[in-house]
């Protein structure tokens, strides 16, 4: 199984320790990881997952075997990118309905602070309520 969501190739054999560091945190954890956790659950034959990121053409994962990967078979379960027009796999992926949302609290914070912006008369440059200069 494939994704651009990874950078490295997680072999089935050291999937649970792997799967286990990345599974609580939302910066490491992504849907082919969960695909993977479902397959091998459910004793499907998965040799692991991969990245299908590609740098100057060469991919960045190695698969760890002999066989080049253009004569393997690996499942893209990411979603669909126009860049190399890959479609995700009818089974092996996310679909609409699998996707959760959440609400955000009413009380968000403001991301930038409110800034005042003076000018003094014949001042051309503008200062804000601090005194420093922008």
């Known amino acids: 199984m494939s994704s651009y969501d990874l950078w ?3 072999p089935a054999s050291s ?3 792997e799967y286990e560091v990345r599974r609580d945190n ?4 992504s849907s082919v990881l969960r695909l993977t956790s479902v397959a091998l659950e459910k004793e499907i034959k998965i040799r692991g ?3 299908e990121r590609r740098h100057y053409g060469i991919y960045v994962a190695a698969l760890g075997d002999e066989t080049p990967r253009e004569q393997q078979k690996i499942i893209f379960c990411g979603d669909h990118t126009a860049f190399t027009n890959k479609s995700p796999h009818p089974i092996f992926s996310l679909k609409p309905h699998d996707k959760r949302y959440y609400r955000l609290p009413p009380e968000v914070p403001e991301v930038v602070p409110r800034v005042e912006i003076t000018q003094e008369e014949g001042d051309t440059s503008l200062s804000d309520m601090s005194g420093g200069s922008i």
Not at 26 to 29: H, K, N, T, V
């Open 15 to 17: 999937f649970e320790e």
């Open 49 to 51: 997952c991969t990245s």
């Open 8 to 10: 490295n190739t997680i």
């Open 26 to 29: 939302s910066d490491l954890d």
